[in-house]
């Protein structure tokens, strides 16, 4: 088994892990409770700020589960590959796993700020993570093809642009149960974590990011996925 998880993708294994912990929380209410994000509890008791990290493991129902590690495998994977040949195998995974857990941590801060002494606010799910994989892969394809509804074609540029513009507009109405300012935090992260390791790891590859930024669309030659 353990030889499995050195050799595996390690998107795969967020995957599965995510999964099951997920399955396992549907099932046990108490296990659900010691995982959510809770900022009260957090706010006074150091211990629990474990929960940073274990609410990326966990979701409100199978929908929401299956959406994001849906996203997770599509982009992720594509991340997670990327990091691997700009650097080295042991160094991309590295980065990849900061890349994904700095996310889900990044993406509590927001409603921590905010509800730390709101008894009754609890939140879950790993959007902070994919939001950053997301914004991660729009870095080395800004203009690949992504489907919206499977039928759309948006450029991955635009996408990102609109998709921060819209996390961040939701988050001020603050109008339904999303948590959008997770959404932004985890996809600020992933633009700027990416765009740091680049710079300071593989600056050589800078232009030809520069190149393919100014190469423009081309209508569709390139799918995003």
């Given at each position: ?86 650097f080295d195998p042991t160094l991309g995974r590295i980065f990849y796993l900061v890349l994904y857990f700095g996310a889900v941590i990044v ?95 593989a600056s050589s590859i800078i232009p030809q990011l520069i190149e393919g930024l100014l190469q423009g669309p081309t209508w569709p030659t390139m799918l995003?996925?």
């Amino acid at each position: 088994m353990l030889e499995f998880v050195q050799s595996a993708p390690i998107t795969a294994v967020i995957i599965a892990v995510t999964c099951i912990i997920s399955y396992l929380a549907f099932q046990n209410r108490e296990l659900m409770d010691k995982l959510i994000f809770h900022p009260y509890s957090v706010s006074r008791d150091s211990s629990e700020m474990v929960r940073f990290i274990t609410n990326g493991f966990i979701h409100a129902d199978f929908m929401h589960l299956g959406i994001n590690m849906f996203v997770l495998y599509m982009f992720g994977g594509f991340a997670e590959r990327t990091f691997n040949q700009i650097f080295d195998p042991t160094l991309g995974r590295i980065f990849y796993l900061v890349l994904y857990f700095g996310a889900v941590i990044v993406a509590c801060i927001p409603a921590y700020m905010k509800h730390k002494n709101n008894s009754y606010y609890r939140s879950l799910g790993a959007s902070g993570g994919t939001s950053a994989v997301i914004l991660s892969y729009c870095i080395f394809l800004p203009w690949a093809y992504l489907y919206i509804m499977g039928i759309l074609p948006v450029p991955a540029i635009v996408f990102a642009i609109g998709y921060l513009w819209y996390s961040s507009h939701m988050s001020n109405k603050a109008s339904d149960n999303v948590a959008h300012d997770a959404h932004l935090g985890g996809a600020v992260f992933g633009l700027f974590f990416s765009l740091i390791v680049i710079i300071a790891f593989a600056s050589s590859i800078i232009p030809q990011l520069i190149e393919g930024l100014l190469q423009g669309p081309t209508w569709p030659t390139m799918l995003g996925f």
